[in-house]
């Protein structure tokens, strides 16, 4: 789960593709920027008991980030972003 949610921090925060001539540039992850630990949220993981069978714990983590974040920012500042990355030249410790 905490890594599935650093994902999709990096992802929409400050994740980005660029593409030339239709090739990506970034062709693997040495390539893309990516959260460090020292700028990784604190992250406190529940995971509830419930009825079904199991599935992934890491992956359902990723879609709701995005979200999540264009919320708090969106309460913070009243402003809403509505692109990703929402924030491509920030680094996490400066939001």
């Known amino acids: 789960m ?3 949610i650093i994902h999709g921090l990096n992802g929409d925060s400050m994740g980005r593709s660029t593409f030339v001539k239709g090739v990506a540039q970034q062709t693997n992850f040495n390539k893309s920027r990516m959260m460090r630990l ?3 949220p604190l992250i ?3 995971i509830m ?3 079904y069978d199991p599935s992934g714990t890491g ?3 990723v879609p709701p980030v995005a979200p999540a ?3 708090a920012y ?3 500042t009243g402003k809403w972003q509505t692109t990703l990355p929402f924030f ?3 680094t996490m410790g400066g939001l």
């Open 59 to 61: 992956e359902p983590a």
């Open 74 to 76: 969106a309460k913070l």
């Open 38 to 40: 020292n700028e990784a």
């Open 2 to 4: 905490q890594g599935g």
């Open 49 to 51: 008991e419930n009825k």
């Open 88 to 90: 491509p030249t920030a």
């Open 69 to 71: 974040v264009a919320n």
């Open 44 to 46: 406190e993981v529940h």
